[in-house]
C-alpha cells in the first residue's frame, strides 16, 4: 500500500518537553510538508523540504525543527521553545513542480499536559 | 492573509440536496485545489482545475473557476451523510507555495 504515515495519532507533551513527530512516506515523493491546523483555520506551513538533506522554514517555524535525512522520512520535533504546541499536525507529501497534488498523513493531534 | 477563503464558514443540508461552496482568493494562480477532510483525520485531495480551465467534472463533484472574479465553486450532487466533512481549497503555486483556506463544514443529514 502506498501512501504517507505518521505516527503517533496522539501525543502528550508536558511543559519544557520536546517531542518528535514521525512522518513516513513510500510514494517516492520529492517533496515532503509539515502544516499546523488550529480549530477553524486552515493549515499553516511549519517547514518543508524539497530533496533530501535540505529543508526551508515554513511561516510558523519558530519552535519547531525537522531533518531530512532520507527521502521517505521527514520527522518533526517539537521543541520546548514552542509556547503553545497544542495543535493537529499534518504531514504531506508531493512531487515537485508548480501544479502537483498533495498527500497527507491521517494528521497527529498533540496535547499539552 | 490567507490567500484562499471559502464561504460559507459551515453548510447544513438534507441528504439528497446539493452542497455549494465557494472559494475567493487574491493573486494570480496557475491552479486551485480542494480537498476534503473528515474529522480528526488528513485531507483528501477531491480535483484540481487549471487556470485555464472553466469547469471540471469528478462523479457527484462539479468545480468551476471563474480567473476573472478570483473565485472558484464546488458543488456536491446529491449529497449523502457520508459527505459530512469540511472542505478546503487550495490556491498558489504548487507544493509549499500552496495556500489553503479556513474550510467549510459541511453537514449533511439523513
Known amino acids: 500500500d502506498g501512501g504517507i504515515t505518521q505516527s503517533p495519532k496522539y501525543l502528550f507533551r508536558k511543559e519544557g518537553q520536546n517531542v518528535t513527530l514521525s512522518c513516513e512516506q513510500n510514494?517516492?515523493?520529492?517533496?515532503m510538508y509539515w502544516y499546523r491546523q488550529d480549530p477553524g483555520q486552515g493549515l499553516r506551513l511549519i517547514y518543508y523540504?524539497?530533496?533530501?538533506?535540505?529543508?526551508q522554514k515554513g511561516d510558523i517555524a519558530e519552535g519547531y525543527s525537522v531533518s531530512r535525512e532520507k527521502k521517505e522520512s521527514f520527522p518533526l520535533t517539537v521543541t520546548s521553545a514552542q509556547k503553545n504546541p497544542t495543535a493537529f499536525y499534518l504531514c504531506a507529501s508531493s512531487t515537485t513542480g508548480m501544479i502537483t497534488e498533495a498527500f497527507f498523513g491521517q494528521g497527529t493531534r498533540l496535547t499539552v499536559v | 492573509s490567507q490567500q484562499g477563503e471559502e464561504d460559507p464558514q459551515a453548510l447544513s443540508i438534507q441528504e439528497g440536496e446539493n452542497a455549494t461552496m465557494n472559494c475567493s482568493y487574491k493573486t494570480s494562480i496557475n491552479n486551485l485545489q480542494w480537498y476534503r477532510q473528515n474529522s480528526g483525520r488528513g485531507l483528501v485531495h477531491l480535483i484540481l482545475?487549471?487556470?485555464?480551465?472553466r469547469e471540471k467534472h469528478s462523479g457527484r463533484l462539479r468545480v468551476t473557476l471563474d480567473t476573472s472574479k478570483k473565485s472558484s465553486s464546488l458543488l456536491i450532487t446529491a449529497s449523502r451523510a457520508a459527505d459530512t466533512a469540511s472542505y478546503f481549497c487550495?490556491?498558489?503555486?504548487?507544493?509549499?507555495?500552496?495556500?489553503f483556506g479556513a474550510g467549510t463544514r459541511l453537514f449533511v443529514k439523513a
Open positions: 482545475i487549471r487556470s485555464n480551465e
Open positions: 487550495a490556491t498558489g503555486g504548487g507544493g509549499f507555495k500552496t495556500i
Open positions: 523540504s524539497q530533496i533530501v538533506n535540505d529543508f
Open positions: 510514494l517516492n515523493h520529492d517533496a
